[in-house]
């Protein structure tokens, strides 16, 4: 199969010709009689669950102007694995007419899309394994969502929430200062007015984020003013992981380029270093002794050429590297005998 980044146009056109047709079918009255088919189609391939994405998005979009209800809230399952209702015939018929349109109107530019009007519904954004994504916010203001990331976002007056699911996003709420944003990410509300912020959450390893721009107050959801807000400044970072108390400490020099697709490390545990580089791509660099995580690696590194990565790392450790039969790319020692030690 061709990957996503190798595709030709044809074969772009071909896929979202095919998504407007799975999105008018599951919004037609045989919806539950297509489903196993449908599923099948989605997890074939990573194209094919972005682009019925975009189409539900759109949807959503154009359901917001005429009254109808959105396809995706808090509590739905992800759009394209449930929540399928029977509509009327009209409706049917309005959401083939949509993806139609949709299909034949000129792409956007990956990495920016643009939602409409402010909406009382949360909109779903969601990337797949080595995408980053912008999406430009009604207000102006914009989030960069990562790499296999999962964010929700909803604007109201004068005020936006953004529920980080899991990966790491950016927000730059500078273009509208008087609209107070707040991010839920695990444990945490982040809240902002005018600054520019990433904000990163999983459940192994909790919740962090880092002022760019302006200044946070992170406290626990539903705290409100009861309880006094950690304050955090450009140059400072905040992270809490699972079971263990919030720590503010300097942040780390590069960190702010993962939109631009680089990783910058500074005496990093080589462990950490590649369980960062291995979520933009699905060739992994791997270990073959645990103990080698404890390197510490420096440097700059394009997130999605993991073979370039394992090459870097091989010299810089003296390492070989081996394709495993899965694919992956494991550092190993040179030899039993010649054992490396981590530097003290």
């Not at 919806?31 to 449908?38: G, I, Q, S």
């Not at 530019?109 to 080595?130: H, K, Q």
């Not at 990966?167 to 008087?178: N, V």
């Not at 660099?285 to 091989?314: H, I, T």
Request: hydrophobic share 45%.
């Amino acid at each position: 199969m061709v990957p996503p980044e190798e595709a030709s146009p044809a074969a772009e056109e071909a896929v979202r010709r095919e998504g407007a047709a799975w999105f008018a079918r599951m919004r037609g009255p045989d919806a539950a009689r297509h489903r196993p088919d449908f599923e099948a189609w989605a997890k074939a391939d990573p194209r094919h669950q972005a682009v019925y994405d975009r189409l539900v998005l759109r949807w959503d979009e154009a359901a917001v102007l005429v009254g109808a209800r959105p396809s995706v809230q808090i509590g739905d399952r992800p759009a394209a694995w449930g929540g399928w209702r029977k509509l009327p015939l009209g409706f049917g018929l309005t959401a083939c007419a949509l993806a139609i349109l949709v299909v034949l109107a000129p792409v956007r530019p990956a990495f920016l899309d643009v939602l409409g009007a402010p909406s009382p519904w949360w909109t779903r954004i969601r990337t797949g394994v080595g995408e980053v994504r912008q999406v430009r916010l009604a207000d102006g203001a914009s989030v960069v969502v990562d790499t296999d990331s999962l964010v929700l976002t909803r604007l109201t007056d004068g005020a936006g929430r953004v529920r980080l699911l899991r990966g790491r996003a950016r927000l730059d709420a500078q273009p509208d200062p008087a609209r107070r944003f707040t991010v839920e990410a695990g444990d945490a509300d982040v809240a902002a007015q005018g600054a520019v912020f990433d904000v990163a959450y999983t459940q192994s390893d909790g919740a962090s984020a880092t002022p760019l721009k302006g200044a946070l107050d992170i406290r626990a959801p539903g705290a409100g003013d009861r309880v006094p807000a950690a304050r955090v400044g450009v140059g400072q970072a905040w992270s809490q992981g699972p079971g263990r108390r919030p720590r503010i400490a300097p942040a780390a020099a590069g960190a702010a380029l993962w939109p631009t697709g680089v990783l910058s490390f500074s005496q990093t545990p080589l462990g950490e270093a590649l369980a960062q580089a291995n979520r933009y791509a699905r060739q992994h660099v791997v270990l073959a002794d645990p103990a080698l995580g404890q390197l510490e690696v420096s440097g700059v590194f394009r997130a999605r050429e993991p073979k370039a990565l394992a090459d870097g790392l091989a010299a810089a450790f003296d390492l070989r590297v081996e394709v495993r039969p899965d694919g992956d790319l494991s550092l190993a020692r040179p030899s039993a005998a010649t054992p490396i030690d981590p530097p003290r």
